[in-house]
């Protein structure tokens, strides 16, 4: 029998909703805020919230007055744990997700099984976009459970009507047997694990180019620098296409790259986004780094307003060549929140990494340890050697003082150097740690 695509999920792969012109994208927007708006009025928190600002959804006319609403924090979340937060009555919900909160309550996300349909749509959307179609195979390497890069690729790949393998994180060796056995097309993995993985691909003689049907990856969850996406795409020898999301905004699927590689498109059917300065919270010009913040178009159970992500990031345009109109956002700097502050100066573990790669000597695995010396605050960067040559003590030192060098053109600071055999520095399963802080703090 023939696969059919489910009938609903049609629209989401019909050009007219990807490649309407700017003025339509706005009209739907605003069409669906005053919906959004008006619904949150169920959810006690908003309603106290828009009560407190003298504010009514009869007052949202434009997009503009958008800006009118006070910001949603991650706190907010918080202090309405578990459930204080959401527009809809708990028994129309399904499924609850949770984001990880390493401090205080964690977050809790409620979704309706309309919620669920519209993730499921917004993933499938992202990857019929880079060319995947019924007859591919998927494989997720994403825990399954609380994390939503498991579900939610699950869900999404399994309306395109690809046969999704629900393989989940770890166990490489089981991993590249499926690769390889079940023909596997498309990979989900977190850019860290990627290259975990084709070492041990190298390690057990398995070429990814000849010996598997790999075409496509998405690779995201955490901050990667785009020389990491090169080295990816160059070791497994296939497009490696960039993927964005948050737990908050349902999880993958928010944002996605086309095939041409330049920015992440943000859906803006179902999303407004503003990217403002984080300090005087003002939207900052196109093309300048900010804050994201996003509002939820199309939420039942638990709709966001202007919520503030903590992610930096800017607009890199708002057309592209392949036809979409859909807002082109940069690749993400990292939270606001992952900000190295070292010595007074402002360093994200993304400008190290982007060194790092630039020299292929290096491997991919490194970590950054910030510790007091003697009242000093140092930086140490470990990093994994390509290939162990230890034995060239002169090479050895040359390299140590060009990363050196290169590292403090880019960050101002000169860290100590520490080159490593591959393999020994730790590896997480879901994103990788690349920072430990063990700084005194001072009173
Ligand atoms: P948690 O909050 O527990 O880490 P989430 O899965 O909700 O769980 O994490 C979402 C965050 O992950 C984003 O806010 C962002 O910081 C990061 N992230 C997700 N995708 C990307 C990506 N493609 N590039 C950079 N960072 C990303
Ligand atoms: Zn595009």
């Known amino acids: 029998m023939e696969k059919t695509i489910p009938v609903d999920s049609c629209q989401y792969f019909n050009e007219a909703m990807e490649t309407m012109t700017r003025a339509e994208i706005e009209a739907l927007q605003l069409q669906r805020l005053q919906a959004t708006v008006e619904h949150c009025m169920q959810s006690p928190f908003y309603k106290k919230r828009f009560e407190e ?5 009869s007052d949202i006319k434009t997009l503009d007055d958008l800006r009118k609403i006070p910001f949603t924090t991650k706190q907010d979340l918080r202090d309405t744990y578990p ?3 959401a527009s809809t009555p708990l028994r129309n919900c399904v499924r609850l997700h949770s984001s990880s909160g390493t401090t205080g309550n964690p977050t809790v996300i409620l979704h309706t099984q309309k919620d669920l349909d519209e993730w499921a749509n ?50 490489s060796l089981r991993q590249i047997k499926f690769i390889t056995d079940f023909g596997t097309t498309a990979l989900h993995a977190v850019p860290s694990y990627v290259t975990r993985l084709y070492e041990v691909m190298k390690d057990n003689g398995v070429d990814p180019r000849k010996d598997t049907k790999l075409k496509v990856l998405a690779i995201g969850a955490e901050p990667h620098s785009e020389e990491q996406r090169k080295r990816i795409e160059d070791m497994m020898g296939v497009k490696a296409y960039n993927s964005f999301g948050m737990s908050e905004m349902c999880g993958p ?11 992440l498109h943000f859906w803006e059917d179902y999303y407004i986004v503003e990217i403002v300065n984080p300090e005087t919270l003002e939207p900052v010009p196109d093309g300048e780094i900010g804050e994201l913040v996003l509002t939820t178009l199309c939420r039942e159970a638990m709709p966001l307003l202007r919520y503030r992500t903590r992610d930096l990031t800017r607009v890199l345009g708002r057309n592209c060549p392949c036809g979409r109109n859909h807002v082109r956002i940069d690749r993400m ?13 402002n360093i994200f573990p993304i400008q190290i990494e982007k060194i790092l790669m630039q020299f292929p000597e290096l491997a991919s695995n490194y970590l950054i340890t910030l510790t007091t010396d003697e009242d000093n605050d140092n930086m140490t960067v470990e990093v994994e050697l390509e290939e162990l040559f230890t034995d060239d003590y002169h090479r050895l030192l040359e390299l140590e003082h060009n990363i050196r060098r290169a590292l403090k053109d880019e960050i101002l600071l000169t860290p100590h150097i520490k080159l490593v055999p591959k393999g020994s520095l730790p590896v997480s399963e879901g994103k990788a740690v690349r920072v430990v802080d063990k700084r005194k703090v001072y009173q």
Not at 253 to 263: A, I, L, M, S
Not at 333 to 345: H, Q
């Open 83 to 85: 459930f204080g937060i």
């Open 122 to 171: 917004q993933v499938a959307r992202n990857l019929w976009m880079v060319g995947l179609r019924p007859d591919d195979v998927f494989q997720n390497s994403s825990g399954y459970g609380m994390f939503t890069g498991g579900l939610g690729f699950q869900y999404g790949a399994e309306r395109l009507g690809m046969l999704t393998v629900p393989a989940a994180a770890g166990n």
């Open 253 to 263: 699927g928010v944002g996605f790259e086309c095939k041409e590689q330049n920015g």
């Open 333 to 345: 700097r990292g939270r606001s929140d992952d900000m190295i502050v070292l010595r007074g100066v």
């Open 53 to 57: 600002n003298g504010l009514k959804p």
